[in-house]
């Protein structure tokens, strides 16, 4: 097939719309008598548009071919009761020429017997797994494989059951709010927030695609869940920490585990930043670890210097995870996910600590320890990656002061190393 060069532009005087055909359009349109038919070869051939316009082909008898910056998308134009309708037949490839010629013929047999195709295709099709399935195709682009697991594990823990087998026309605002409240009954706000966002994505989605004419999902998770109350996340106190380091050090379960814990003692970054990493991510050689900003909470890069013990603890780690894309899989035999976020609160937990201590609080702890040893403010909070209060240089303090908070680091390695021995 030639590459195309030009475009023409033709005006449907039955609806006075404007479509683009191209040049290889054309000549198909010639060669076949008149009759538009399509090919495959054209149709792969025909690129995606810039933001805001549309190349529109047809192969007649009302099948268009929309083709739009985002994809190629199937439209069949019919009357019924004498009004100009419109409906989908899905996304080319996945829906194939051949497909959306079956599909066409299938609705013209409707509509000779005076049957909605439209309503029709909705109640043997849409369920709400097939839209939210598309939805999640559209939504992942960009997002990193450690955040796209996680929502599709939520999904089907705590959404599939109640709504997936549901046609997604008939699921209701008072279905949704039922699923949001027993979910929050389990002392999980966090998460039934998360999923009233997700269901009305997919809903919002499932408009836009005219999957559906009407979204029953508006309210927001403030309108049906309590207040959230903000609590500072669980620490002990700076003269329990020898005591816990010990435990942690004795500690039975398994040597991942162990080691995830020492780690996010000794470099203080958020639960979700450690069981996310990759050994990608790992400058041995100027003993660093590039955290990228899709990773991190404030989106930006995060740089942290790695003490000599951190060092050895990721040597050792190798040994048991060296083969795999993360540092801490799910399972030491695939890439595919990694450990639960509730892992080391659960180890904690095994040592005593329900309650008292949490991944997070050694944040805390070194923040105050730091402070007390009277380090430099903006070295710890640029090492604990908060927002930074001068936005002109958000997108470079990444890597400012790297050779004092190197240095810090060492020390905090060192301090752990002492209490532990103590």
Request: contains cysteine; charged residues 25%.
């Amino acid at each position: 097939m030639t590459v195309l060069l030009s475009n023409v532009i033709q005006t449907d005087l039955t609806t006075s719309k404007v479509f683009v055909y191209n040049l290889v359009y054309i000549k198909n349109y010639i060669k076949t008598g008149g009759i538009h038919m399509l090919t495959d070869t054209q149709i792969k051939a025909c690129k995606l548009t810039i933001k805001g316009k549309t190349n529109t082909l047809t192969d007649g008898e009302g099948l268009l071919l929309f083709i739009t910056h985002t994809g190629k998308y199937w439209r069949f134009r019919f009357r019924f009761i004498d009004k100009q309708q419109i409906m989908t037949f899905g996304q080319y490839p996945s829906v194939s020429l051949d497909e959306a010629r079956k599909r066409r013929a299938k609705v013209k047999e409707l509509l000779a017997k005076g049957i909605d195709p439209r309503e029709q295709q909705q109640s043997d099709t849409n369920t709400f797994d097939k839209i939210a399935a598309l939805w999640l195709e559209n939504w992942k682009a960009n997002k990193s494989e450690n955040h796209i697991n996680r929502v599709i594990r939520r999904y089907q823990l705590n959404i599939q059951p109640q709504l997936g087998n549901k046609l997604i026309k008939d699921i209701t605002t008072k279905m949704v709010i039922d699923l949001v409240i027993k979910v929050n009954s389990r002392g999980a706000r966090d998460v039934a927030s998360r999923i009233l966002n997700h269901i009305s994505q997919i809903f919002r989605f499932a408009i836009v695609h005219e999957y559906i004419t009407y979204n029953p999902i508006t309210i927001k998770p403030a309108d049906i869940l309590p207040a959230h109350t903000i609590t500072n996340l669980a620490r002990i106190e700076e003269r329990e920490l020898g005591v816990l380091l010990q435990r942690i050090e004795a500690y039975q379960g398994t040597p991942i585990t162990r080691i995830a814990i020492k780690l996010i003692a000794l470099t203080f970054v958020r639960t979700g930043e450690l069981i996310g990493a990759k050994w990608s991510e790992f400058d041995f050689a100027n003993a660093r670890w590039n955290i990228p900003a899709i990773r991190m909470k404030m989106r930006k890069p995060h740089i942290v210097p790695l003490a000599k013990q951190t060092i050895s603890l990721l040597n050792s780690l190798k040994y048991i995870t060296g083969a795999n894309e993360y540092l801490f899989p799910s399972d030491t035999r695939t890439t595919k996910a990694t450990m639960s976020n509730n892992t080391i609160l659960q180890a904690l937990k095994r040592m005593g600590y329900q309650g008292k201590m949490t991944g997070h609080g050694f944040r805390g702890l070194a923040s105050t320890i730091l402070h007390e040893q009277e380090y430099n403010h903006d070295h710890i909070e640029l090492q604990l990656a908060h927002s930074p209060r001068n936005t002109v240089s958000a997108a470079y303090n990444h890597a400012l002061y790297l050779e004092p908070r190197a240095k810090m680091m060492q020390d905090w390695a060192d301090y752990l190393d002492r209490r532990r021995n103590e």
